[in-house]
């Protein structure tokens, strides 16, 4: 097996930095190189990574259509790695809606707005009612549609988990407000029958 000089290293590290990597024909993803990454390097990556989906605020996208692939300068919404464009490889979220013309044609509309959104619906009777959650993904985009790139389906996945696990987060902050805050209306029935009680005593 014929071994790489450290030209052709330097060359592949650079491509792999960039997220894609050329091998032979076919275009590998970086999920694919990162397979055949040290552990401890993998572990470092999936770190980075972490910390970039920590700091992400939703909605992602909100008012006006941010850069599409075709640009040179599109990044992964996750790692912000760039190489998400025409002609490499690439995985995308999109979604929208186009107005009816007639049978066979329907256009984008300046007067549409696209949304996105996640939710948690609590279950509800006639004596209690359970907390709602909702998470805005995309929201007042403009004409409608709205596109979101990943540089990898591993990319897309970790977007995914991040939606449920902030839509989680969320539903535990409203459900935990709602017991405290049934706790305290106990306390104050339960104050207000002592002093009741302590006033018909003393008559």
Avoid: W
Avoid at 52 to 65: D, H, I, N, T
Avoid at 109 to 131: C, W
């Amino acid at each position: 097996m014929r071994r790489e000089s450290t030209i052709q290293k330097v060359a592949t590290a650079r491509r792999v930095r960039s997220g894609r990597i050329e091998i032979g024909s076919r275009v590998r993803s970086y999920s694919e190189v990162l397979s055949n990454v040290p552990s401890t390097q993998r572990a470092k990556t999936h770190a980075r990574d972490g910390r970039r989906l920590a700091a992400m605020r939703f909605p992602v996208q909100k008012g006006s259509l941010r850069a599409t692939a075709k640009t040179k300068t599109g990044r992964c919404l996750v790692c912000r790695r760039t190489g998400v464009h025409e002609p490499n490889a690439f995985t995308f979220l999109n979604g929208g809606a186009l107005r009816k013309v007639n049978k066979r044609m329907s256009v984008m509309a300046s007067d549409l707005e696209g949304f996105l959104s996640i939710g948690f619906h609590g279950g509800h009777s006639k004596t209690e009612s359970k907390p709602d959650a909702v998470l805005p993904i995309a929201e007042d985009v403009r004409f409608g549609q709205f596109e979101l790139y990943f540089c990898s389906t591993s990319c897309l996945r970790k977007f995914f988990n991040l939606c449920v696990d902030e839509l989680e987060q969320r539903l535990t902050r409203k459900m935990t407000a709602k017991s405290r805050s049934s706790r305290h209306a106990g306390n104050a029935v339960a104050t207000s029958k002592s002093i009741a009680g302590r006033r018909s005593l003393r008559r």
